[in-house]
């Protein structure tokens, strides 16, 4: 099974979609491994979006994602990353599809309620960034037979 980093940003944080996200996650079957609040820094910012810290609207990414405490949450299941990916949808919410989170919640490129990690490479190295030792948590919840067939449970 797969480990994938969500984070819900300010934006899910302030307009009171924390539950609403998670609750997505927990239906479809993910498990959810790890889960805390943390107030995000520059410093954390310019590593985890080290790929945008060049770009004219950095600055005003990192005030928004700095607004309020971000929801951390490590999520694992079958495929977990890529599934993540597609229920969080495109990063610009008015062009990503209903029925994902940003499409059926967001009107925002910046402001599009979360984080997902976009390779099982980058999830390895995300979750270590964001959860310390002793904070991610490896049981098996006792529904798994009725979410994955047995050969799938144990891949
Ligand atoms: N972002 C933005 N404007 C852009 C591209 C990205 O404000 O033109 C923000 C947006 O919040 C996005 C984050 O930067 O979620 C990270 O960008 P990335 O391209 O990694 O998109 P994601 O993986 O989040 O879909
Ligand atoms: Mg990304």
Known sequence: METTLVLIKPSGVQRGLIGEVISRFERKGLTIVGMKLRQL????LREHYAH?????FFPSLERSMTATPVVCLALRGVDAVGVVRQMTGATNSRLAQPGTIRGDLGMSGQENIVHASDSPENAAIEVARFFGDGEIFDYTPCTLPAIYDPEEAAS
């Open 52 to 56: 945008l810290v060049d770009r004219p």
């Open 41 to 44: 820094d520059s410093r954390i």
